[in-house]
């Protein structure tokens, strides 16, 4: 998953790319989400510190404050180096400061002209999600699912386990940060991933390098985000 942050000091201008933002994200059924909008560039680097996905940046560059955009881009960069980062600025002048600061920009958007700047954060929200994605399934290695027209990557590393769901035909993924109910059987997704994953009982399948303790007395197992599943007896060996 992508997170989203947008630092602009003009309130006004933020909500109109929060909601365009916003728009394109539901409708193209995009696997990000907005984590925070800001006038403030120091909040908004705070909160970079403590992000552990991929961002994607919409930075002002002008900012009336001690901090302009250019520079937060650059502080951004050491906690987040395969960030996307996007100027909007009204002064198109400003375009080759990108360059000064070495920032590795994706775009360059200028204010001027609305129509143009709604296109095109659509088009940096859409180029950034296909790059993650190319750059994932080259670097890890991923679990693609498919919940209604939206495609998920998850790496295996961020999966704790998969749970037989109480609805018919489908089962439950249990990750780092989040759960997706998605369709399929425990019995498919045994057999379609790795030797990581590890059959323990008919409604669960554990990725082993995740668990953090086994209790063979009480048929339970701990993973390292505290999560637990039940094993059954008949499996325990091979677990």
């Known amino acids: 998953m ?64 001690s901090m302009n955009g250019m520079k937060l881009a650059q502080q951004i960069r050491l906690f987040d180096p395969r960030g996307f980062i996007i100027f909007i600025t009204a002064h198109s002048e400003l375009s080759y400061m ?15 002209n609305p129509a143009e700047a709604k296109v095109k954060i659509k088009e940096c929200l859409l180029n950034a999600m296909e790059r993650y994605t190319l750059q994932t399934n080259k670097t890890h290695k991923v679990y693609t699912i498919q919940v209604g027209g939206r495609k998920i990557s998850i790496d295996y590393d961020d999966i704790f386990f998969f749970e037989t769901s109480n609805n018919i035909h489908k089962v439950i993924l249990h990750a780092k940060d989040r759960q997706i109910e ?10 379609a991933l790795d030797g990581s994953f590890v059959r323990c009982h008919r409604s669960f399948l554990v990725n ?7 209790d063979a007395k ?12 039940q094993t059954s007896t008949r499996m325990m060996k091979g677990l």
């Open 98 to 112: 990108t360059f000064q600061y070495r920032v590795e920009a994706m775009d360059f958007i200028l204010k001027d």
């Open 182 to 191: 998605f369709s399929g059987t425990i019995k498919e997704l045994a057999g």
């Open 218 to 229: 009480n048929r339970t197992i701990y993973f390292t985000n505290g999560e637990t599943c």
């Open 208 to 214: 082993k390098n995740n668990i953090k303790e086994v």
């Open 2 to 65: 992508l997170n989203i942050f947008v630092c602009e000091d003009n309130d006004a201008q933020r909500r109109i790319i929060v909601q365009i933002i916003q728009n394109t994200v539901l409708i193209e059924e995009l696997d990000m989400q907005l984590i925070l909008d800001a006038k403030d560039p120091y909040v908004l680097l705070e909160k970079v510190k403590t992000s552990q996905n991929t961002g994607i940046y919409f930075l002002d560059i002008d900012l009336n404050s």
